[in-house]
């Protein structure tokens, strides 16, 4: 047996289906308003847990692209000093080898030298070059400058690596050190040694030991290509990464934006629907119960 339906529970379940129209209209206003599909957690719990972990993710991608380019800019910056180091040594070649010429008087050698001292000065301001206020060439002591003039040939610089973590998990060292680049401290190879050797041969005019030292210098600038030629490779692999991580920031702001934008036109569809079910609620409420309370839902 069917109970009888009052007029108690016809409005009862005329302001349900009201204030059900009523909520779902005020939430695709806000998605309209707002742009964004969730706009508080119950409005898609599952999808909230994804947007989340796809604004975490971006914001660890966006982070490994700025070391790339932070990491980019410190190998470009020491390809370059390298260049400008390595045309120092060009230059101090040419000297020796006219230096080493037996026909040269002492006054000539004397010239010679006195450009030697302005090279050698050049070489230490390069091994102390900086880079947005670090210098380059000590390792993690970026904020010690590595060599001083008057004791570069003797100068020990750190040795540590500067590494940039360039994705998840992947640290790669991008620092050349002043001992990779110049030599070891009192090494015969040392640039700032070979430099000063050939300053005090050129006084003491030996122009046979000029000579040998012309070897000392090919060494260190066949060290200066080697090292270049790790940067130009490290360059590549970085370049790649860098590459890789847009395509990643990319597919994740696409994915972010399935999860959490608002679809414009299908948000005004809905809205538009169910201002006509709104309505027609209203419509069909005004003939099942009082015109008084009708007229106060209106």
Do not use: H
Not at 15 to 23: C, D, E, Q, V
Not at 42 to 63: C, K, W
Not at 216 to 227: A, E, G, N, P, V
């Amino acid at each position: 047996m069917m109970g009888r339906v009052t007029q108690g529970m016809m409005n009862a379940q005329l302001l349900r289906n009201l204030n059900t129209n009523l909520n779902r209209m005020n939430n695709e206003s806000n998605q309209l308003s707002t742009g964004r599909k969730i706009n508080k957690p119950s409005d898609d719990p599952v999808g909230l847990t994804f947007a989340l972990r796809y604004r975490s993710e971006l914001a660890a991608n966006e982070q490994y692209q700025k070391n790339v380019d932070s990491a980019l800019s410190w190998l470009e910056y020491t390809d370059t000093t390298l260049d400008q180091a390595g045309s120092v040594l060009q230059r101090a070649r040419e000297l020796a080898v006219n230096g080493a010429n037996g026909t040269n008087p002492q006054e000539a050698l004397d010239s010679i030298k006195s450009e030697m001292g302005q090279l050698y000065n050049q070489l230490v301001s390069i091994g102390n070059s900086q880079f947005n206020g670090k210098y380059v060439f000590n390792g993690q002591k970026t904020d010690i400058p590595p060599y001083s003039v008057d004791n570069a040939t003797k100068d020990k610089t750190d040795n540590s690596a500067i590494q940039y973590e360039i994705g998840a998990g992947v640290k790669l060292p991008i620092n050349a050190t002043g001992e990779q680049v110049f030599g070891k401290a009192d090494s015969p190879d040392n640039a700032f040694q070979v430099l000063q050797d050939l300053m005090g041969a050129l006084e003491k005019g030996e122009t046979g030991k000029v000579s040998e030292l012309i070897g000392k210098i090919d060494q260190r600038m066949d060290s200066f290509l080697q090292i270049r030629s790790d940067i130009g490779a490290k360059t590549n692999r970085v370049e790649l990464a860098q590459s890789r991580l847009k395509d990643i920031n990319i597919n994740l702001q696409d994915l972010q934006s399935k999860v959490e934008d608002a679809d414009f036109a299908e948000v005004i569809t809905k809205l538009q629907v169910s201002e006509n079910v709104y309505q027609a609620s209203l419509s069909m409420g005004a003939k099942l119960i009082t015109p008084t309370l009708v007229d106060f839902l209106r």
